[in-house]
């Protein structure tokens, strides 16, 4: 028999070590920059026609900057008035009014109905959390039309309301608060109630603050979510000046439907102030997304 020969494991030098981590470090980057750039590139290519004539928009091999940077789309598109106060101040208004409104009522109530399914007890709390949760099943085409029948009971159609009231509370919204609520220790709770505070002081005093980034997340959810509604507004607000973007886009892109360089500058207007937000508050969503998953 022949006696066989152990090699030891070769163990990587220092150096070996380091450039392995720069290359996956450099693997790793390049393919965040190559996902980004292929995300980025249809806006990147919308933005940078607006400042073309729409020659250059539609001219064959396509052109990525401009011959010449017309500023004066963007005027043009901003003063435009369809009449009957259909302007794009106004319109900008009326979506970002309905948009902040909806997310910050959804902050409020949400909140206060999360914060009674994760500490409070009461008779049926579980059955109203899973009626609450089966409604999540129920497609928004089903209760469109009766919802459009109480709106007209009530005199709210074509006025904020409308929009405001049926956007203030969501199950979506109660259930992600609910699950950060649950993870969030009782021990700092009991302590305020130690201390003589009241149910309602623990709960704007202690819950709320430790709740912001998940606060957050649902605002920036349901702020996203009213600014990119289409159907809803087109229901329920009727007169130009009642308009949000979504639907006076439509209305501008028939009226200008030759002119590509002021449409896709209309598009802007609607598209920038989102990402605007996001960019700002992605950080907390990013985190309250992560919290509300720990505890079940």
Same mark, same amino acid.
């Given at each position: 028999?022949? %006696?066989?020969?152990?090699?030891?494991?070769? +163990?990587?030098?220092?150096?070996?070590?380091?450039? /392995?981590? /720069? $290359?996956? *470090?450099? +693997?790793?980057?390049?393919?965040?920059?190559?996902?980004?750039?292929?995300?980025?590139?249809?806006?990147?290519?919308?933005?940078?026609?607006?400042?073309?004539?729409?020659?250059?928009?539609?001219?064959?091999?396509?052109?990525?900057?401009? *011959?010449?940077?017309?500023?004066?789309?963007?005027?043009?598109?901003?003063?435009?008035?369809?009449?009957?106060?259909?302007?794009?101040? #106004?319109?900008?208004?009326?979506? %970002? $009014?309905?948009?902040?409104?909806?997310?910050?009522?959804?902050?409020?109530?949400?909140?206060?109905?999360?914060?009674?399914?994760? #500490?409070?007890?009461?008779?049926?709390?579980?059955?109203?959390?899973?009626?609450?949760?089966?409604?999540?099943?129920?497609?928004?085409?089903?209760?469109?039309?009766?919802?459009?029948?109480?709106?007209?009971?009530?005199?709210?159609?074509?006025?904020?309301?409308?929009?405001?009231?049926?956007?203030?509370?969501?199950?979506?919204?109660?259930?992600?608060?609910?699950?950060?609520?649950?993870?969030?220790?009782?021990?700092?709770?009991?302590?305020?109630?130690?201390?003589?505070?009241?149910?309602? #002081?623990?709960?704007?005093?202690?819950?709320?603050? $430790?709740? *912001?980034?998940?606060?957050?997340?649902?605002?920036?959810?349901?702020?996203?979510?009213?600014?990119?509604?289409?159907?809803?507004?087109?229901?329920?607000?009727?007169?130009?000046?009642?308009?949000?973007?979504?639907?006076?886009?439509?209305?501008?892109?028939?009226?200008?439907?030759?002119?590509?360089?002021?449409?896709?500058?209309?598009?802007?207007?609607?598209?920038?102030?989102?990402?605007?937000?996001?960019?700002?508050?992605? /950080?907390?969503?990013?985190?309250?997304?992560?919290?509300?998953?720990?505890?079940?």
């Amino acid at each position: 028999m022949t %006696a066989t020969t152990l090699h030891p494991p070769q +163990v990587p030098s220092p150096g070996q070590i380091i450039w /392995r981590e /720069r $290359l996956k *470090k450099m +693997v790793m980057y390049g393919l965040l920059i190559t996902l980004g750039l292929a995300a980025l590139t249809p806006f990147i290519l919308a933005f940078l026609g607006t400042f073309k004539t729409d020659a250059e928009i539609i001219a064959w091999p396509p052109t990525f900057l401009p *011959k010449e940077w017309l500023w004066q789309n963007w005027v043009k598109t901003w003063q435009t008035d369809l009449g009957q106060g259909a302007t794009f101040p #106004r319109w900008l208004f009326n979506t %970002a $009014l309905v948009s902040f409104g909806t997310a910050g009522l959804q902050v409020a109530f949400c909140s206060m109905a999360a914060y009674a399914f994760a #500490r409070l007890r009461f008779p049926g709390k579980d059955l109203v959390f899973s009626f609450m949760l089966a409604s999540m099943m129920i497609p928004g085409a089903v209760t469109l039309i009766p919802a459009y029948v109480v709106m007209t009971k009530i005199r709210f159609v074509n006025t904020y309301w409308s929009l405001l009231v049926p956007g203030a509370v969501s199950a979506g919204s109660i259930f992600l608060l609910t699950q950060f609520l649950k993870a969030v220790p009782v021990e700092l709770e009991e302590a305020a109630f130690m201390d003589g505070a009241s149910r309602f #002081r623990i709960y704007k005093d202690v819950v709320i603050p $430790l709740s *912001k980034p998940a606060l957050l997340t649902v605002f920036i959810l349901q702020f996203q979510a009213m600014w990119n509604s289409f159907l809803s507004p087109l229901l329920y607000l009727n007169t130009p000046k009642m308009w949000v973007l979504n639907v006076a886009l439509t209305v501008f892109q028939q009226q200008y439907k030759a002119q590509w360089n002021l449409t896709l500058v209309a598009a802007m207007f609607n598209a920038i102030p989102i990402l605007i937000l996001f960019a700002f508050l992605s /950080r907390y969503y990013i985190e309250g997304i992560s919290w509300s998953g720990l505890k079940g």
